[in-house]
């Protein structure tokens, strides 16, 4: 399968991106249609069997691979990280969502939107991220949730929703601050342990086309809109929902958002190496190219220092996400915690470091439209954001090696 | 005057950066039309006495300051990046056109084009950069100068092209390979030791409506357009222009262009350490008001080391930049080599390190369009390369140091 | 002076640093007499005028230099760290005691102390670090003093006291925990402001040759046992002075261990940059020579990008602390905190990066003996923890600015 | 093993650090004997089958070790890297040596040297790095060996010859410019494509007690002696040695040298890991202790960003080892350079910055004698310039991803 998929991202995927951008356009159009090239992509990589491939292996629906393994395929896409992942229907947000469906959705909800988003008919959002508040701890979420007759009223405002504006949107799971609803709840959860203010949130599923739902504008990242996937903000105004879209069910939000960050959450560091790949390819091949006083840049030896730690970093973080794959493959996400950050925290630091260089290597056409660095640069800058900031992920690390070694010498004393 | 152009840029300046971006408008608007919002900041600035400030005090034309006083100046209007150069005209590459005219430019030339420019009533480009050869060593450059009656034709590529796209272009300064042409000025060089080389290359005005002048496609910046002003690539097709459009003489673009970057070296860094205290401030905004579990980001200890270091980075900068500005008024900008390159590598360097941490300071805020850290890394990270990336100066630099150490070394010798 | 100073440096100091170590040879010896090449340096200074240059110029004593111009003549000290500043009476810990009794002594310790220590007859140290409790808050110092007839009793441990193991040491200046002592003074100090937790300490001249006083271990720093200086344990066993040691008074310990870091906290930094050029040097020299494959290593890119970063680095800290200099001659040391801080955490960190590239372009020679580099870099590593390490200052720093900032909002909003 | 050999080192080796400094006193007694705790930790770790653990598994003196493998024991022994290495005969340049001797030496060289070395009864050097020359290309070695009627003498000088001042000393191997002596392998060099730049060299056995062997001086490292092991400086004059003491023919010494540097490359590497999770366990010890102003500074978030940053770049470290350790068993060195490249450069760079941390986390402390800190800095520095400074290793590496590159850009061509 790695054969197959690198075949398909050199030969269709990294040639294509050019008449990608061109379909694109400029203005109202990039939101408005799915460019042909996207629809043509999908089509084949579904004949070649790349399609759904991250889909856990103890699921039913599972092409069958281990994290480890989708790893090593995660990269590859992301050396063409604008097509590659969305040809084979690997694309964030989708793969959370379909996760999240397959893990706690009911038998007529998988039916009306897994089903869709699997055969990539239809693309979702996850709408958790909200304006003012520090949305890295979710007990901050306040969308709010209240029951009507028949269902409930959906109002809040969300930020930075991936795929908001996007023209195949068809759902929004939507994290809600339902409050003291999940009543019925409430002695299971005090029997197992979990605390009453992770009891007052839930997952809804909003269809995109319902009344009240108001995506206000697309955001850019640096300059870039990402259409047609794009980040937005919205308004859920009164917005009505059926009974029925209840994920799970009342105030068991938590339980939904943390099992959504399980491998997902190394899914961005996976890519992240085949766009550090891509990037040290792209200065290899403008350094052994030009030339400056009647020799190549590639026999400058700064430069060379440049490709050096670049790949080294470059093999640091594949060592480090593998290896947290592989820790999830054994003992699952929650397990593989400390591996996970490591991941995290370090690879998209590198790789933005790896771009800069590459872009630095380029002159003024390295920040510039004609190479794909620069939007890649500002699409790994949000890494050091997303899921929570590099600062959040140091603290807890920190925090977990300082607890470990009191446990440990606290063992060491009393064995005395 | 630092009072009354302070007072300008926080009162008059920053509160319309957000009008500026509505008039901006989306599409092809934004190339069409000067925003109203300029005017408007335009007389104020001129009525205020706070207009082509930049112009080197042994001018005629000159509001009588140094480089050193000027330097203070201009780091207040980069607090303001997008309006204050402009609104005072002293923006580049205008600055830069209207000094070539002043030391170069003949009475007819001046009175044409010169005139309209300190009006701030025109704008104009420096077309030097072209695609496909390294343009840090102007040497290289291949845009060609042949004689036709009455006249001159030019013919060739432009990319970065500054302003080109702009509404109120009306001249373009070309750099263009004239040949052999300059022959009759031969002699004085050869005597003046100015190498053949460097007698090969001319600079012409070319009206930005003359028949054959092609702007193919405004260049982004990690996705930014910069409009109204822009960055271009351009054609020229057999550009007919009159003789009189040539400055100072055929052959004499080496004297121009070396001329042209003097002082103008540093107005970048001298607006940079402004970008700087800008993104500063913006980050103590943020961190004093966002609270995370009860707490402000204010009282974390990792954000106060990134506001120390700020604080570090940006007066270390301000000492350099000053001190080149110093120097250039004391022994001219040839003799102010080291001090130039030192500012020239160090600062952009650090204020993008400024802004890095501006921008994590804020989350997801920190790479959107609801605040201006991103647009200002775009801006700073092309410092890096304008008038020649950073390895270029620490190349220079480093001989530089090494020719100085064998020089002293040497004269020690000697002395024994 | 510059010109004398130098003079004397490059030509006395520097090649007579061999022979000082031949001098201090091994074993015990190193600590049991002064290097003869000591004495005939200090002689040669004296007669040149190159004497107790420190002295601020505020003082009687003093020659009148300002510490802007102090700056400079410490700068080339720098350059041979081990000798010159010995050379001209210019050494801490001596320069900050000579201040402190010049300060704060009565007629009779001048007579008895100040005086042979300005004749750089005899030696002293400062005694306040100690073990087991974090000295950078002096509040903490337990070392104890107590009344007994005629005079008092001092018990306690110091450590890393520079200079304790010298053969010329006559005197410590003893930062002691008097306790409630100080009851006389309690009224003014509760008019002055004073905290009570201030009023607990007092500096007290203890004799190096008193009964009781242990003198444990030198300590080392790195491997390096800064003979004949050095850095020692001690401890104080029921040490008897007479009531005249005590030094302005009991309880006011305080303000002369405040008043004595006054401009003596940039001496280090000052210095520091003269070790630099030192290190600069060094490697020049190595790399202009060196050669691998036929070419020197100063025609390595990469060699001559260090090169020019430490240029850099260097100016910008010598900017740094000639500011803070000036700031403290036109202020007065307490309102030029920031000045100090900036340049106390900025410098000792680049320098060491240009000692960490002068050692590296040595190889292996880098770090042993046979270059000044590994000493001097153990020198400055340990100014990254006097006086504070750099965490504390950039805590302070960065919450001065946050204040700043909450002051001057608070103002602009309480103008509306 | 790794359970025996953990508890060996944090019960034996740990615990006893203290007494090996001590018993290693002051003065010329440091080298001349070696400390009795030495012999009785070798003792121990012979009985617990901890011995030559370093031995490839391709040898029949091997206790079947894979390089994985060794590597994992490696980390742990590095925890104490002044015993553990020794204790268990596992320390350089003694297993260097062996190997040699277990690859090329003849029978009775392996039972006159080999056998007490495998036994840990004597003691080896290693005599290439020359003064005045580039090493690291070992074409420039000029230590002369001549012909002499039964055998040869060694003339030349030598530099940072580890081991060379050890009381325990019996022989060292000298790499020797041998010349055209060589001349009867011509033939079947020339066959096999050696160049005959790389015919001039040989390894010869030099028994330490022969006459004309002078052993100048020890040399420090950051101040520290290294007792007693060492790094000394030495002169052969006319030493005579018997024909028999050649290693594996005239001419040879390449295949040799090159030979020796094999997985030995990443010894160094593996036990840096240990040093670095010692230094983070010293941290740890130190930051949950220590109190300001009533916090442990385990509580500082900077603090908790230092511990966190050094487990990742910790972790990292040992996926690099671990893949480099893993590719020479299953590919050989040769086909490991890469991977043997990333971490020869990444790892000492990383551990150094570990250890700065923790250094600075103890304040003087940390520089001074009773952490173990600043030697390991000083120790873990050289790693940065043995077997070809960082800058060779990158240099090496970028121009082979330049090849890389070249090569399969090529073959992508050529399919067209």
């Not at 409930?152 to 409050?179: E, H």
């Not at 019925?184 to 009453?196: C, F, H, P, Q, V």
């Not at 560091?269 to 790949?277: F, L, N």
């Not at 640091?316 to 593989?336: F, M, T, W």
Request: aromatic share 6%; proline share 5%.
């Amino acid at each position: 399968m790695i054969k197959t998929l690198t075949k398909f991202v050199e030969e269709e995927c990294i040639p294509n991106e050019h008449r990608f951008e061109q379909e694109l356009g400029v203005g109202a159009q990039r939101w408005s249609r799915v460019p042909p090239v996207i629809q043509e992509l999908k089509q084949k990589a579904r004949n070649l069997g790349l399609w759904n491939l991250f889909i856990p292996h103890e699921y039913e629906e599972s092409p069958g691979l281990t994290n480890y393994e989708y790893a090593h395929l995660c990269e590859i896409m992301g050396r063409s990280i604008q097509l590659a992942p969305t040809a084979t229907n690997c694309s964030a947000p989708d793969t959370g969502n379909m996760e999240v469906l397959i893990k706690y959705g009911n038998a007529q909800q998988k039916k009306k939107w897994l089903v869709p988003l699997m055969n990539g008919e239809i693309r979702s959002a996850f709408a958790m991220t909200e304006p003012n508040v520090a949305s890295s701890d979710a007990t901050n979420i306040s969308c709010k949730l209240t029951r009507v007759k028949g269902g409930y009223l959906v109002n809040g405002k969300k930020i930075w929703i991936t795929g908001a504006s996007g023209p195949a949107l068809k759902l929004f799971l939507v994290m809600v601050r339902s409050g003291d609803m999940g009543s019925e709840l409430t002695n299971n959860y005090a029997e197992s342990g979990i605390k009453s203010i992770h009891r007052q949130h839930s997952v809804v599923i909003v269809p995109a086309n319902s009344p009240g739902v108001n995506v206000k504008r697309p955001l850019t990242v640096f300059g870039f809109d990402d259409a047609p996937i794009g980040h937005s903000e919205l308004e859920f105004n009164n917005v009505f929902i059926p009974e029925e879209n209840m994920v799970l069910g009342e105030g068991r939000g938590f339980e939904i958002v943390q099992g959504r960050l399980g491998p997902g959450r190394i899914h961005h560091t996976m890519r992240a190496i085949g766009v550090a790949e891509r990037a040290l390819e792209t200065m290899l091949a403008r350094v052994t190219k030009r030339k400056v006083q009647g020799k190549t840049l590639a026999e400058n030896r700064v430069i060379l220092e440049w490709i050096a730690k670049a790949r080294i970093d470059i093999d640091a973080s594949r060592h480090l996400v593998l290896d947290a794959a592989h820790k999830i493959d054994l003992y699952g996400p929650a397990n593989a915690k400390k591996e996970i950050a490591l991941a995290k925290v370090f690879v998209p630091n590198v790789v933005l470091e790896v771009l800069d260089k590459a872009m630095q290597a380029h002159g003024a056409m390295g920040v510039g439209p004609d190479t794909p660095l620069a939007e890649m640069y500002a699409n790994m800058r949000t890494l050091r954001l997303a899921d929570g900031p590099d600062e959040v992920h140091l603290f807890q690390l920190g925090r977990s090696e300082v607890k470990k070694f009191l446990k440990r010498t606290d063992a060491a004393k009393s064995k005395l």
